[in-house]
């Protein structure tokens, strides 16, 4: 059901000069910056009556009007499913999303989502841009994630993502034995033969930065710790493929199971039987949208990484310089 929104605001000193959505999100803190110049496009925001652009700049003194309808911004259903919650109060949630989850309806995927299932947890996230959504994890991708559960804290998660404050770190294990960590900058974009997929671009795309460090190494494989400043669609996948460490398991970046010569029978199955990519959101840090503290949380290990890792340790030790494999 749409609810009616009428506010004022006047432009002061040290916004003047500013461009209209920018003064408009300093004014209307409680909407996203997008939903904002939706509104100045239309109509519904105005300055001294006057219908603007969003580049516009404003002047000390000028008033501006806001007369919106707040519509349900999903028409999605709630659905019964079980969510594994982390962390929950008036602001966010924080929550263990399994692997196999997808986490928006879409084409193919209406129901069963995870947007269903918070929508069936706390109904008024219905009013909230997708469902109070506000970063994604891949279907096969398994952790944390935060849910906005009011307008503020949405557009409040929304700017620290875009300022690179959100704090995500991943466990995940790759195809090959690296000597040490590092960092990869490039850009990534719709890959220009597979639409279905992302690739590193030399021209266009978007800046993507990750780093990783060695948690533990094996002969033929490593068990990585990786940190995002970016957040690109299948960042992780496509930088570590990009390397040419592919995230064992992963379909659309890794190819074929790589078996090691002479690999015993329980590493065969379980590197050819993997069932999604080796990848765990294990730790979210955030300045709490309400409260402006920081918080922290982290999740352990699922069981099939955890078996993984079992797997790789006694099968596939990183051999002593003394020692043949």
């Given at each position: 059901m749409a609810s009616k929104i009428q506010e004022e605001g006047i432009i002061l000193p040290d916004q003047h000069g500013l461009r209209l959505d920018q003064a408009a999100a300093e004014l209307f803190p409680d909407f996203s910056r997008s939903r904002l110049q939706t509104w100045i496009r239309g109509g519904a925001l105005r300055v001294d009556g006057q219908q603007l652009r969003p580049r516009d700049r404003v002047t000390e003194g000028s008033i501006l009007s806001l007369n919106a309808e707040l519509e349900d911004e999903v028409a999605w259903k709630g659905e019964d499913i079980a969510l594994d919650l982390v962390f929950e109060d008036e602001s966010i949630i924080v929550l263990n999303k399994p692997a196999g989850l997808v986490v928006h309806p879409?084409?193919?995927?209406?129901?069963g989502t995870l947007v269903n299932a918070v929508l069936n947890h706390a109904p008024d996230l219905s009013q909230l841009p997708r469902g109070g959504i506000v970063h994604r994890l891949d279907k096969d991708t398994s952790g944390l994630m935060v849910v906005a559960k009011t307008l503020q804290a949405h557009s409040h998660l929304v700017d620290q993502l875009q300022e690179r404050t959100v704090k995500r770190e991943y466990a995940a294990v790759c195809?090959?034995?690296?000597?040490?960590?590092?960092?990869?900058?490039?850009?990534?974009?719709?890959?220009?033969?597979?639409?279905?997929?992302?690739?590193?671009?030399?021209?266009?795309?978007?800046?993507?930065?990750?780093?990783?460090?060695?948690?533990?190494?094996?002969?033929?494989?490593?068990?990585?710790?990786?940190?995002?400043?970016?957040?690109?669609?299948?960042?992780?996948?496509?930088?570590?493929?990009?390397?040419?460490?592919?995230?064992i398991g992963d379909p659309a970046y890794g190819g074929r199971p790589r078996l090691p010569k002479g690999a015993a029978q329980p590493l065969i199955e379980i590197l050819q039987r993997f069932p999604r990519q080796a990848l765990h959101a294990r730790a979210l840090g955030l300045i709490h949208p309400q409260s402006k503290e920081p918080m922290q949380w982290e999740v352990p290990l699922p069981a099939d990484l955890l078996q993984l890792l079992e797997v790789l340790t006694t099968y596939d030790r990183e051999a002593r310089p003394d020692e043949a494999y």
């Open positions: 879409a084409a193919g995927h209406q129901q195809v090959g034995a690296m000597t040490g960590g590092g960092r990869v900058e490039a850009n990534i974009g719709r890959h220009p033969r597979d639409r279905k997929k992302q690739a590193v671009l030399a021209v266009g795309g978007k800046p993507a930065i990750t780093h990783y460090r060695v948690a533990q190494r094996f002969a033929h494989h490593t068990h990585i710790t990786v940190n995002l400043e970016t957040g690109r669609t299948h960042q992780i996948r496509v930088h570590m493929a990009h390397l040419h460490y592919p995230l």
